[in-house]
T-cell receptor, first 113, second 113 residues
């Protein structure tokens, strides 16, 4: 399966600032996804990152707050904008190819002060 | 709609005890079912999967059988180890393996020596 590298692995940020999280895959993949895991909770899909076009966002998530880029088939970024303490979560990138199951990166642990 | 209901934790077992984590689902059509595991400080790893009724997924001594009649996918292991301590997530996808994963709330397992 693909090897997924996420950066940074963790960060502590001030409220009102923005952070960009990177997801790099060691092979070309069709599907890339971004999830949020709030403390003690399950995963919620933020959006599907589409190569060469705008991401597809799930209900409750908007592009202004979570802009996503996907310039090619091996790389994507998620930005968490104008952060507040409620954005403190683990953010995970996952990838999938064809009918194969999704595989996840190790996540970015984000704390907002 | 699609949803996954998972046994609430936390679950604490002694080493070599038998493990069952219950998972039931609601879905339209014929979903694929998954168990993911999240070890402390790490991302999610696919543990096992089943794509059609009566399939049994297995890995690392864990098993789960896709039961369409009871809409269940319970996770079992005959003899747990301390290294199995983690959070376990049941998930389904209604479009094969790649898209739209719906997760349960997760069950934290602690195995004590």
């Amino acid at each position: 399966s693909a090897v997924i590298s996420q950066k940074p692995s963790r960060d502590i940020c001030q409220r009102g600032t923005s952070l960009t999280i990177q997801c790099q895959v060691d092979s070309q993949v069709t599907m890339m996804f971004w999830y949020r895991q709030q403390p003690g909770q399950s995963l919620t899909l933020i959006a599907t990152a589409n190569q060469g076009s705008e991401a597809t966002y799930e209900s409750g998530f908007v592009i202004d707050k979570f802009p996503i880029s996907r310039p090619n088939l091996t790389f994507s970024t998620l930005t968490v904008s104008n952060m507040s303490p409620e954005d403190s979560s683990i953010y995970l990138c996952s990838v999938a190819e064809g009918e194969q199951p999704q595989h996840f990166g190790d996540g970015t642990r984000l704390s907002i002060l | 709609g699609n949803s996954v209901t998972q046994m609430e934790g936390p679950v604490t077992l002694s080493e070599e005890a038998f493990l069952t984590i219950n998972c039931t689902y609601t879905a339209t059509g014929y979903p694929s079912l998954f168990w993911y595991v999240q070890y402390p400080g790490e991302g999610l790893q696919l543990l096992l999967k089943a794509t059609k009724a009566d399939d049994k997924g297995s890995n690392k001594g864990f098993e789960a059988t896709y039961r369409k009649e009871t809409t269940s996918f319970h996770l079992e292991k005959g003899s747990v180890q301390v290294s199995d301590s983690a959070v376990y997530f049941c998930a389904l996808s209604d479009r094969g393996g790649a898209n739209n994963l719906f997760f349960g709330t997760g069950t934290r397992l602690t195995v004590i020596p």
